[in-house]
């Protein structure tokens, strides 16, 4: 029995540790809520983000929602696009911790987002946030 409980613990870790790299493509389209405010939720999970590709209406304002989907592994969202008033960093620690970012888009254009957390981008935590017209 107990051998068993180890390799099912063996198991999970190894299924929380998969990569990112090569996952395909989660596009969301986000439709404003009827205050006007485009709301979403991405998912941190071990390596990878979904949705990874976040498409929003310039000027309009968005409230991010971003959740750790696991327990062990502490995450990151970084955007940095100043040039499109899209400034978000928030730390997610363990046991599925979240945040919410508030920002409202300005500029049409694809910004690339990624956790900072241990060359977690390196094996596929990465998105873009595509702002249209």
Known sequence: MRRLA???WIGL???SCSSGVGKPVRELKVVPAAD???RFQVTAHSFWF???R????AGVPVEMKIKNG???IPHNLTCVAPQA???VDAGLGLFWDGETAHFTPSTPGEY???CDKDGHSKKGMTGTIVVVP
């Open 6 to 8: 180890i390799l099912c």
């Open 13 to 15: 870790v190894a299924i």
């Open 36 to 38: 006007g405010v485009q």
């Open 50 to 52: 979904e949705p990874n």
């Open 54 to 57: 976040i498409v929003v209406k």
């Open 70 to 72: 696991g327990p062990f």
């Open 85 to 87: 008033a899209i400034q």
């Open 112 to 114: 690339p987002f990624f």
